[in-house]
T-cell receptor, first 116, second 112 residues
Framework: DAMVIQNPRYQVTQFGKPVTLSCSQTLNHNVMYWYQQKSSQAPKLLFHYYDKDFNNEADTPDNFQSRRPNTSFCFLDIRSPGLGDAAMYLC???????????????FGPGTRLTVL | GENVEQHPSTLSVQEGDSAVIKCTYSDSASNYFPWYKQELGKGPQLIIDIRSNVGEKKDQRIAVTLNKTAKHFSLHITETQPEDSAVYFCAASSPRDDKIIFGKGTRLHILP
């Protein structure tokens, strides 16, 4: 039944040790998004893929990268995690880009990242 | 770009009473307004949404109203229940942008 799946749900890494979070979807949506959410804040968009077309938000640090090898999967790579990168990371999908008549965004359960 | 303001930041209501959360937006071209409920440790869940060609939408105990002239939209929850306790986010989307812009969230407490 799950439509947007994130693994793992909890991830612990060490300061500076690269980490990869994964997201998969069964909706066959064209767009996949990665958000960072810190405690008591709204989700902050990092980047999105429209099919294979990557779109980075202007204020997303270079430390964050993403890969989308196929329609179903998208990965978030954090090259050198700092203490400030500890957060919930949310993946979301939409059929088409927001601003079209069919725009609705669905979120996964999130991965909580702890940096030691 | 779009800016979404959400009030109040915290709301406590007695179980069975109604709760209202209000949002304003700045971009008159915005045409899609979703509301998300986020429980502790979980991802945001879409609970209702409204498009700019509609003034009101209702789904059981939840309703959303949109005033395009005033650029303001509201979430109404009637007959509140303990399981309604969560953080609620409003958002807006404009054809000018490929994303949704969130409000800062409202923490709703349902008191027994």
């Amino acid at each position: 039944d799950a439509m947007v799946i994130q693994n793992p749900r909890y991830q612990v890494t060490q300061f500076g040790k690269p980490v990869t979070l994964s997201c998969s979807q069964t909706l066959n949506h064209n767009v996949m998004y990665w958000y960072q959410q810190k405690s008591s804040q709204a989700p902050k968009l990092l980047f999105h893929y429209y099919d294979k077309d990557f779109n980075n938000e202007a204020d997303t640090p270079d430390n964050f990268q993403s890969r989308r090898p196929n329609t179903s999967f998208c990965f978030l790579d954090i090259r050198s995690p700092g203490l400030g990168d500890a957060a919930m990371y949310l993946c979301a999908t939409s059929r088409e880009l927001m601003g079209t008549s069919t725009d609705t965004q669905y979120f996964g359960p999130g991965t909580r990242l702890t940096v030691l | 770009g779009e800016n979404v303001e959400q009030h109040p930041s915290t709301l406590s209501v007695q179980e069975g009473d109604s709760a209202v959360i209000k949002c304003t937006y700045s971009d008159s071209a915005s045409n899609y307004f979703p509301w998300y409920k986020q429980e502790l440790g979980k991802g945001p869940q879409l609970i209702i949404d409204i498009r700019s060609n509609v003034g009101e939408k209702k789904d059981q105990r939840i309703a959303v109203t949109l005033n395009k002239t005033a650029k303001h939209f509201s979430l109404h929850i009637t007959e509140t229940q303990p399981e309604d306790s969560a953080v609620y986010f409003c958002a807006a989307s404009s054809p000018r942008d490929d994303k949704i812009i969130f409000g800062k969230g409202t923490r709703l407490h349902i008191l027994p």
